[in-house]
């Protein structure tokens, strides 16, 4: 059983259009983050989210968590072609001791086309 | 931002040797250091969760025998593949915990058992 559902698992669009990534979970989270990976790399952090409806933007990208801190999603307005990676949204989950350690959804691949 | 360095980058070697990872946080003390395991296109499976000063914790299917790993200050970690097969060839990536909720990636390390 996946703990957080993320989706799409592939997306290809043309350099311009606007996207949403969603990750979903029956489960609170603590925290949440979003990553990006290039082929080859370690994933780069891009945001944390902690509190229930936070918006934060990151240039055209802008990140919400869930006012229930079980979902949250990754906007991208007019995509880019230096956009192509893998998205990874993973959350800490409460209630368990104090590990640190994620649940990782299952990535998004965004190939953004010039 | 926290830096997370991985050693070696990419590393070759024949069935039956055994392979050391070094993992390092260069600007901050990890007390916790995770590693992973990622397949292509494919998001991170969590292996291990390195604890400075104690053992590790695997998770369940990670054989603990074989890969070996090590805590033994706040700014390393190394993940030892002991007599290394093919199938054990994959990409090899650590974190460390920032902050308690934030985990910051190492560049990876590509591992081909010939």
């Known amino acids: 059983t996946q703990l957080l559902e993320q989706s799409p698992q592939f997306l290809s669009i043309q350099e311009g259009e606007n996207l949403t990534v969603y990750c979903n979970s029956s489960?609170?989270?603590?925290?949440l983050q979003w990553y990006r990976q290039e082929p080859g790399e370690g994933p780069v952090l891009l945001v944390t989210v902690v509190t229930g409806g936070e918006v934060k933007k990151l240039k055209r990208l802008t990140f919400q968590f869930g006012d229930a801190r079980k979902d949250s999603s990754l906007h991208i307005t007019a995509a880019q072609p230096g956009d192509t990676g893998l998205y990874l949204c993973?959350?800490?989950?409460?209630?368990?001791?104090?590990?640190?350690?994620?649940?990782f959804g299952q990535g998004t691949t965004l190939q953004v086309k010039p | 931002g926290a830096v997370v360095s991985q050693h070696p980058s990419r590393v070759i070697c024949k069935s039956g040797t055994s392979v050391k990872i070094e993992c390092r946080s260069l600007?901050?003390?990890?007390?916790?250091m995770f590693w992973y395991r990622q397949f292509p296109k494919q998001s991170l499976m969590l292996m291990a969760t390195s604890n400075e000063g104690s053992k590790a914790t695997y998770e369940q299917g990670v054989e603990k025998d074989k890969f070996l790993i090590n805590h033994a200050s706040l700014t390393l970690s190394t993940l030892t593949v002991t007599s290394a097969h093919p199938e054990d060839s994959s990409f090899y990536i650590c974190s460390a915990l920032h902050n308690s909720n934030e985990q910051f990636f190492g560049p990876g390390t590509r591992l081909t058992v010939l």
């Open positions: 993973a959350g800490g989950l409460v209630g368990s001791s104090n590990t640190g350690k994620l649940i």
């Open positions: 489960s609170v989270f603590s925290s």
């Open positions: 600007d901050f003390q990890a007390t916790t």
